[in-house]
């Protein structure tokens, strides 16, 4: 379920809540609830602080450098290091090159997988985090490799990439968290935190804090703004839909103490990776034979395609009990060719190729009315005409739930929709046209600003390492 929550990620619990003000500077408590607020650290040495965003699709770091000032306006891509080829954006995948033996990061680690070496590909290892596949493994080469050691290795090369761009060592880091790991559970959603810290303890990171991702967003919004507004931040990332109602201004970015400015923050369990996973359970399972029958008249168990389409299950559709599941099920179909094509993608271990292939066409369907997938490895290959509509009546229920997220944020605030000055969209997923046309008309005299969608996140957080380490 969606919920709503005033809490800033930290370490400290005071309580307030605060109706809208006409200057930053001052604000009077209204009604009490839960606020979870950063304290500021130790003093460090700023130039070996950083901010790092570990995304569900992609992560990035941000760093001030030596002699700016929290106020200045940055704007997001100048606080970002490039990370692989350039860009501030790596690919939250590894791959384990079985033929060279060799583990491949970001955007290499795809060209190897669709290049068709044999290893293991993982992507979405974030959504682990908090669930109990975090203490699973998976196997490459008769070789079993434990989740927390696959996301300890690629939170270790984030860090040393960063370092080598920076030319410097960080020691010091504020991590970006989703308001909600797992939702409507406590006691999970510490358990990824926790594990997020360990992980990142175990890079090399002396003194790790942490901060809600559509707060930082906030504070790379605020820095290239000149005037105070309340904003509706909207971070819709490959995981999870956070938001924020932040009061943000110029006369607001120098403050050590941000609470009186922070109405409320809430988030859903829900980003691209389901929107990806809806559609292509929409679209293109059914030629794998998703809803398909047995000879008893008993649907085809759905488990196969759910893991499918869902970026962190695909290799659990790899296990030798599932292939050998479906040797059965191909006997017994009402439709035995489509099981074939199904048994033939996992026995070619083609499940991460087939979820890029949806993924593209929700990316194209944000600009086009219709995306044709031409889906040359399934046997017989497949052209198939995608719609936009599909798209969007498969994930209309996601689009509810993060509806009601962000009315519960208003309510909680305590603000009217026609209080809000702005909605800033950042995360990827953002690009939905739907969903930013539903977002937008829960607020609808609040104007509409797209930030850097992929970099506003690792700016303010390296902002917010300023802030607690400079």
């Given at each position: 379920?969606?919920?709503?929550s005033?809490?800033q990620a930290?370490?400290?619990?005071?309580?307030?809540?605060?109706?809208?003000?006409?200057?930053?500077?001052?604000?009077?408590?209204?009604?009490l609830?839960?606020?979870?607020?950063?304290?500021l650290?130790r003093?460090?040495?700023?130039?070996?602080?950083?901010?790092?965003?570990f995304?569900?699709?992609?992560?990035?770091?941000?760093?001030i450098?030596?002699?700016?000032?929290?106020?200045q306006?940055?704007?997001?891509?100048?606080?970002?290091?490039?990370?692989?080829?350039?860009?501030?954006t790596?690919?939250?995948?590894?791959?384990?090159?079985?033929?060279?033996?060799?583990?491949?990061?970001?955007?290499?680690?795809?060209?190897?997988y669709?290049a068709?070496?044999?290893?293991?590909?993982?992507?979405?290892?974030?959504?682990?985090?908090?669930?109990?596949?975090?203490?699973?493994?998976?196997?490459?080469?008769?070789?079993?490799?434990?989740?927390?050691?696959?996301?300890?290795?690629?939170?270790?090369?984030?860090k040393?990439?960063?370092?080598?761009?920076?030319?410097?060592?960080?020691e010091?880091?504020?991590?970006?968290?989703?308001?909600?790991?797992i939702?409507?559970?406590?006691a999970?959603?510490?358990?990824?935190?926790?594990?997020?810290?360990?992980?990142?303890r175990?890079?090399?990171?002396?003194e790790?804090?942490f901060?809600?991702?559509?707060?930082a967003?906030?504070?790379d919004y605020?820095?290239?703004?000149?005037?105070?507004?309340?904003?509706l931040i909207?971070?819709?990332?490959?995981?999870?839909?956070?938001?924020?109602?932040?009061?943000?201004?110029?006369?607001?970015?120098?403050k050590?103490?941000?609470?009186?400015?922070?109405?409320?923050?809430?988030?859903?369990?829900?980003?691209?990776?389901?929107?990806?996973?809806?559609?292509?359970?929409?679209?293109?399972?059914?030629?794998?034979?998703y809803?398909?029958?047995?000879?008893?008249?008993?649907?085809?168990?759905?488990?196969?395609?759910?893991?499918?389409a869902?970026?962190?299950?695909?290799?659990?559709?790899?296990?030798?009990?599932?292939?050998?599941?479906?040797?059965?099920?191909?006997?017994?179909?009402?439709e035995?060719?489509?099981?074939?094509r199904?048994?033939?993608?996992?026995?070619?271990?083609?499940?991460?190729?087939?979820?890029?292939?949806?993924?593209?066409?929700?990316?194209?369907?944000?600009?086009?009315?219709?995306?044709?997938?031409?889906?040359?490895?399934?046997?017989p290959?497949e052209?198939?005409?995608v719609?936009?509509?599909?798209f969007?009546?498969?994930?209309?229920?996601?689009?509810?739930?993060i509806?009601?997220?962000?009315?519960?944020?208003?309510?909680?605030a305590?603000?009217?929709?026609?209080?809000?000055?702005?909605?800033?969209?950042?995360?990827?997923?953002s690009?939905?046209?739907?969903?930013?046309?539903?977002?937008?008309?829960?607020?609808p005299?609040?104007?509409?600003?797209?930030?850097d969608?992929?970099?506003?996140i690792?700016?303010?957080?390296?902002?917010?390492?300023?802030?607690?380490?400079?």
């Amino acid at each position: 379920m969606p919920r709503a929550s005033s809490a800033q990620a930290g370490d400290e619990r005071v309580t307030g809540k605060q109706r809208p003000q006409n200057d930053c500077k001052s604000a009077s408590p209204r009604k009490l609830i839960s606020v979870k607020i950063s304290p500021l650290h130790r003093k460090a040495d700023m130039t070996n602080a950083c901010g790092v965003d570990f995304g569900t699709s992609n992560s990035t770091v941000g760093w001030i450098k030596p002699g700016t000032t929290p106020g200045q306006a940055l704007g997001g891509a100048h606080a970002l290091l490039s990370l692989e080829d350039g860009k501030a954006t790596l690919p939250s995948v590894v791959f384990f090159n079985a033929d060279d033996e060799e583990v491949r990061y970001g955007r290499a680690a795809l060209a190897d997988y669709l290049a068709g070496y044999e290893g293991r590909l993982m992507r979405s290892m974030k959504s682990l985090l908090g669930t109990s596949l975090m203490d699973g493994q998976t196997e490459v080469a008769g070789r079993a490799l434990p989740f927390r050691v696959l996301l300890a290795q690629f939170i270790g090369e984030v860090k040393r990439r960063a370092e080598r761009q920076a030319g410097r060592g960080f020691e010091h880091a504020v991590f970006g968290r989703p308001v909600f790991f797992i939702d409507d559970n406590p006691a999970a959603d510490k358990l990824a935190e926790d594990t997020l810290l360990d992980v990142a303890r175990g890079a090399g990171f002396r003194e790790v804090a942490f901060q809600y991702e559509p707060i930082a967003a906030a504070f790379d919004y605020e820095s290239q703004i000149d005037r105070e507004e309340l904003v509706l931040i909207a971070d819709i990332g490959g995981g999870t839909s956070d938001f924020s109602l932040v009061r943000l201004g110029p006369g607001c970015a120098g403050k050590p103490e941000r609470r009186d400015d922070i109405l409320a923050t809430g988030g859903v369990h829900i980003g691209g990776t389901d929107f990806d996973k809806y559609l292509s359970l929409a679209s293109v399972m059914p030629l794998l034979g998703y809803k398909s029958a047995l000879r008893s008249g008993a649907e085809i168990p759905s488990s196969y395609y759910f893991n499918l389409a869902t970026w962190h299950t695909i290799n659990q559709a790899y296990t030798r009990k599932s292939i050998v599941q479906l040797d059965d099920l191909v006997r017994d179909a009402r439709e035995p060719a489509k099981l074939a094509r199904l048994q033939q993608l996992i026995e070619e271990r083609a499940g991460h190729w087939l979820a890029m292939q949806v993924e593209g066409a929700k990316i194209g369907l944000s600009d086009a009315a219709s995306v044709r997938l031409e889906l040359d490895r399934l046997a017989p290959p497949e052209s198939l005409t995608v719609e936009r509509a599909t798209f969007e009546a498969a994930i209309g229920q996601l689009l509810d739930a993060i509806d009601t997220t962000v009315l519960r944020l208003l309510a909680d605030a305590g603000v009217a929709p026609g209080d809000v000055d702005t909605v800033f969209f950042t995360g990827g997923s953002s690009g939905v046209g739907l969903l930013r046309q539903r977002i937008g008309a829960l607020v609808p005299d609040a104007r509409k600003v797209e930030g850097d969608l992929f970099g506003s996140i690792g700016a303010g957080l390296a902002l917010d390492a300023q802030r607690k380490f400079g």
